[in-house]
């Protein structure tokens, strides 16, 4: 299988992450199905791409034709089946629990195309935990995309011990084809790189403010300010998601069993109260 080969693509999920992705596979050219077990995020989907591709040709970003090109190469539906099933590309970019992503991956074995690679969008399970629930363990890998997917150009690849070299070079190839910039990892490790060098960043913020050393707004201060980071690290949680590192964490608490690994007080307190940030207008800050 080669680049050329791929025709389709099928993106699982519509929330953060998915709804973006299949719009850059829409704007790559390629003809691509996002779905979703609900249909409330279809819908917010689909209103954002109705939205956002106008938006960007009155900008002069676009021409009418490019993204007139791009709503006529993009589908939302409901059902796995039939998204999935003329699928020469697969993109899951579902909540970060490995046993939902286990079930999600043998179904999708069953239903699509042989042929078909079936990559996780995960920013910490590696793929190895997934692959044995499919029969093509040497077409399994991550592709994990950055938030906003649509602004960020890394995409990290990921081969794992099952993956094959042709599978990593052709999702480094498709990749390239979105216009971003490809890295490909020829040894898995939990993290990744990006969100290794984050996760520490954020694990040492959270613990001072779990000390009251400072507030969360005043140790994103001291990172933009003195760092020179574009956004602090609650900053950054509030908008990648509380939700997604509170999972992220307790998941692999629950593989290591190490204290250390449990999610911050702090951030276990925000995500019993539901603020997971600007998805719910109130993370560390207000978004109303």
């Known amino acids: 299988m080669n680049i050329n080969d791929i025709k389709t693509i099928c993106v699982i999920g519509a929330g953060n992450m998915g709804h973006q992705i299949s719009l850059c596979a829409a704007l790559a050219g390629y003809k691509v199905i996002c779905t979703d077990i609900n249909q409330e995020m279809l819908n917010k989907a689909e209103n954002f791409a109705r939205n956002y591709l106008p938006e960007r040709v009155s900008k002069g970003k676009l021409t009418q034709e490019q ?3 791009a709503l006529e190469n993009l589908s939302f539906k ?5 998204a999935a099933v003329d699928a020469d590309f697969v993109i899951e970019a579902a909540v970060e629990k490995l046993d939902i992503k286990r079930k999600l991956f ?3 074995d069953r239903i699509a195309p042989p042929h078909a690679i079936l990559a996780t969008n995960s920013s910490f399970i590696v793929s190895s935990k997934i692959a044995d629930a499919t029969n093509r363990p040497q077409k399994v890998c ?3 995309f950055f938030n906003p997917a649509l602004v960020m150009k ?3 690849v990921v081969q794992g011990p099952h993956t094959s070299q042709e599978t990593a070079q052709v999702t480094m190839d498709l990749t390239a084809n979105f216009g971003k910039t490809g890295v490909w990892l ?3 490790i939990y993290g990744f790189l990006v969100n290794r060098i984050v996760a520490a960043i954020n694990q040492e913020a959270l613990f001072l403010a779990d000390m009251g050393i400072a507030a969360p707004e005043e140790i994103d201060m001291a990172v933009t300010n003195a760092l020179g980071h574009p956004m602090g690290p609650f900053r950054l949680l509030d908008f990648t998601g509380i939700d997604l590192a509170y999972y992220i964490g307790m998941e692999r608490y629950q593989d290591t069993r190490d204290p250390k690994d449990k999610p911050s007080p702090l951030l276990v307190e925000k995500f019993s ?5 600007v998805k719910a207008k109130k993370g560390f800050y207000s978004y109303e």
């Open 67 to 69: 993204a007139d090109r």
């Open 78 to 82: 409901r059902s796995l089946e039939e």
């Open 106 to 108: 043998a179904d999708i």
């Open 142 to 144: 991550n592709m994990h």
């Open 154 to 156: 890394l995409v990290e």
């Open 186 to 188: 020829k040894k898995e």
């Open 273 to 277: 109260k539901g603020e997971y940030g």
